[in-house]
């Protein structure tokens, strides 16, 4: 069926599903490393190099394929690529992309490690990058070199939930003859779609929303032409960062109901930010569906819903943070996010421990911060374990 012209949910629960000699619903594992050429009697498109014709599992797979059209079509891209990682994206797409002598300008508060293989090991190949708040659109043209071929946003980003504007760095990147590389881990394709707003690729740690289970590490990288999608997948079946099918299946089955979490989880962190706000323990909060966040307007522009990431910093600093982190009972703490379980972490000593202090200040990953991963249990529940918790801190 082709479901190209059909809404998100009917998207997320067909799309890419390839037709299967025993009409199986799902796509099974195809669980082999490798592929018999098939002889020319029975299709010459069988043969190998040819388009459609499977060879060996890290050039294609079936049932990676199968989940590779499912996003692509979600993020309405030309193709997709999946990797064994997010980081193995993140990887994918500088390696594919970067050249010696390039420079690359991206989001200060990106994922750690996104900016950790940039500055401590891309720059050993002469790539050099500048991180700054994107947030501000005037550090991002700033920051723009005749040289920089890449502009590289997380928005929002992790864990700062800062939000930038996906149209406006689309066009100072192209003004620049530069791509423009989003990084939709935090919204999920269900609230926000880079390539319509101008972006050039998509990536995703599938580890988080698209899994949406916490039992599978995985990536994604969404292409909007051909060309670029050629350039991606010719660079990854090189370094051989591919999904295995397992992966691919695991992910498939998660992704299906994307929506449904995403929607039940954001229902509740509507909940949760004001009710942390109003805490007398709580110092700030930072969630994108309250009037408070600096870029709560641009974030209803350009995304379709608020998600269900809070960070917030208690008045009694890291201290406090660690009583917390120690009292929750119901909350994993532990790194991750986008389950269907919530996770509270400590992104200073925990995601962004790889990052220099100072760096991590201007980024505005406080060392007291808390990121809450709220998950789709009941919202009362929620409440009630972070009631608990904060109530140890008075007096910290
Ligand atoms: N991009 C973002 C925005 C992420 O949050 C992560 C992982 C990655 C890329 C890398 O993906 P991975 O290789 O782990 O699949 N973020 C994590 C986090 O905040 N805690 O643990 C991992």
């Known amino acids: ?51 459609g014709g499977y060879i060996y599992t890290r050039i294609g797979n079936p049932t990676t394929v199968a989940l590779e059209e499912n996003v692509a079509q979600l993020e309405n891209g030309f193709g997709a690529t999946a990797m064994a990682s997010g980081m193995g994206a993140v ?10 002598g390039d420079h690359i300008v991206s989001t200060d508060s990106v994922y750690g490690p996104s900016r950790g293989l940039m500055e401590k090991h891309m720059s050993r190949f002469g790539v050099a990058s500048s991180y700054v708040d994107t947030s501000d659109l005037a550090n991002l043209r700033a920051a723009m070199r005749p040289n920089t ?68 590490v995985g990536g994604i990288v969404v292409s909007k032409t051909e060309a670029l999608h050629k350039q991606i997948r ?25 929506a449904l979490r995403v929607e039940r989880a954001e229902q509740s962190a509507r909940l949760v930010a004001p009710w942390l706000e109003a805490r007398p323990e709580v110092a700030w909060v930072r969630y ?6 600096p870029q709560h307007a641009l974030a ?21 943070g660690r ?21 509270i972490s400590h992104p200073a000593s925990m995601t962004h421990a790889g990052m220099a202090r100072e760096n991590r200040l201007a980024a505005g990953i406080t060392d007291g911060l808390v990121r809450l991963s709220i998950g789709i249990e009941d919202v009362e529940d929620i409440l009630a374990d972070l009631d608990q918790a904060l109530r140890r801190t008075v007096g910290a």
């Open 288 to 293: 994108i569906g309250l009037p408070s966040h």
């Open 149 to 216: 071929k890449l502009v590289y946003i997380e928005t929002p980003s992790n864990p700062a939930m800062s939000v930038t504007d996906i149209a406006a760095a689309a066009e100072i990147a192209h003004a620049a003859g530069a791509l423009l590389v989003v990084d939709n881990t935090f919204a999920s394709p269900h609230l926000q779609k880079p390539l319509d707003l101008g972006a050039d690729l998509v990536l995703h740690s599938v580890t988080k929303f698209i899994n949406g289970h916490a039992d599978v």
């Open 234 to 258: 010719a660079m990854l079946i090189n370094l051989g960062a591919n999904m295995d099918p397992h992966q691919a299946y695991l992910v498939s089955r998660g992704l299906k109901t994307l």
């Open 91 to 100: 990887s994918t797409v500088y390696l594919a992309l970067l050249s010696a």
């Open 1 to 51: 069926m082709d479901t190209r012209s059909c809404g998100f949910n009917t998207k997320l629960v067909h799309a890419g599903i390839p037709d299967d000699a025993h009409g199986s619903v799902v796509t099974p594992i195809y669980q082999t490393s490798t592929f018999a050429f098939r002889d020319a009697q029975q299709g010459a498109n069988r043969f190998a190099g040819t388009e």
């Open 323 to 343: 009583i917390v982190m120690d009292s929750v009972k119901l909350a994993g703490l532990a790194v991750s996010l986008g389950g269907v379980e919530t996770l």
């Open 300 to 320: 209803g522009r350009q995304m379709t819903g608020y998600g269900s990431m809070i960070a917030f910093e208690l008045k009694g600093g890291t201290e406090a």
